[in-house]
């Protein structure tokens, strides 16, 4: 601050008169924001990500597409949604179902502040994108979704990048600010805008799912149960022992 109008008082010091400062850091072409006064050491956090997603090239995405919607669950349940491949032939029996059937999920890496799993392709899916060129015909026949803990979760593939950023607005209530990215030039204006509509598709899905289930918590009958096995919910496993950890 230069100065502030009529503040002449002997108390006003413009050097301690300034907007708050919070721990920001650009990993993998995000941006994270700590509000916390000791904030973690995200490479800590992050260790063993980088093995997972690096051969993508995350920093050569562009945005293609954003949008910010209200749903109406708690942040923790959208979390452990997109983080499971459990739901998707059930959830997504048209959409998604014949691109990443439940059947071929594979648990991947986890890190003290991530997880992720691959949702693999089917043998005879046509290739989705040749993406990054250090990319193995493997890679390229998969997503790989994962999220960084609390409130990011995305799915990364060879030439498409989705991620949800959730904001909590109430026990209920979230703020879901989801970008569409795209690996260099690769996809034409065509197949994005199909790709978006496709995930538009996606999210209105999970939404509906997430917002019955929000409601059926308010009851006193509502109950927890078991995991699915590592490769269907071991995510969300990580998940709930993140949100256990005494230091988080
Ligand atoms: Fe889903």
């Given at each position: ?46 260790e ?56 071929l ?10 997880t ?5 392709y ?8 040749k ?54 030039d ?20 999970d ?42």
């Amino acid at each position: 601050m230069l100065r502030a109008a009529r503040m002449k008082n002997e108390s006003f010091d413009p050097k301690t008169c300034k907007l708050g400062e919070f721990a920001c850091e650009i990993r993998f072409g995000f941006i994270y924001v700590c509000l916390h006064e000791t904030p973690p050491d995200i490479d800590a956090e992050l260790e063993g990500l980088e093995n997972l997603i690096g051969d993508y090239e995350p920093d050569n995405y562009r945005i293609v597409h954003t949008a910010t919607e209200v749903w109406n669950t708690n942040w923790k349940c959208l979390v452990e949604n997109f983080m499971e491949g459990y739901h998707l032939s059930v959830v997504h029996p048209l959409t998604l179902h014949g691109y990443t059937p439940t059947g071929l999920s594979k648990k991947a890496a986890s890190g003290k502040g991530f997880t992720s799993y691959h949702a693999n392709y089917p043998q005879e899916t046509l290739s989705r994108g040749k993406g990054s060129d250090k990319l193995t015909d493997e890679a390229r026949n998969r997503s790989t979704l994962f999220s960084i803990f609390p409130c990011q979760v995305t799915s990364i593939a060879s030439s498409l990048l989705v991620a949800l950023m959730i904001r909590p607005l109430s026990a209920e209530t979230i703020e879901v600010r989801w970008t569409m990215s795209a690996y260099g030039d690769e996809l034409d204006e065509e197949t994005i805008n199909q790709r978006i509509t496709l995930w538009e598709e996606v999210n209105r899905e999970d939404r509906e799912k997430l917002e019955i289930m929000q409601a059926s918590f308010r009851s006193v009958h509502a109950i927890g149960g078991t995991l699915a096995g590592p490769d269907y919910e071991g995510t969300v496993h990580d998940f709930l022992l993140w949100l256990g950890r005494k230091d988080t």
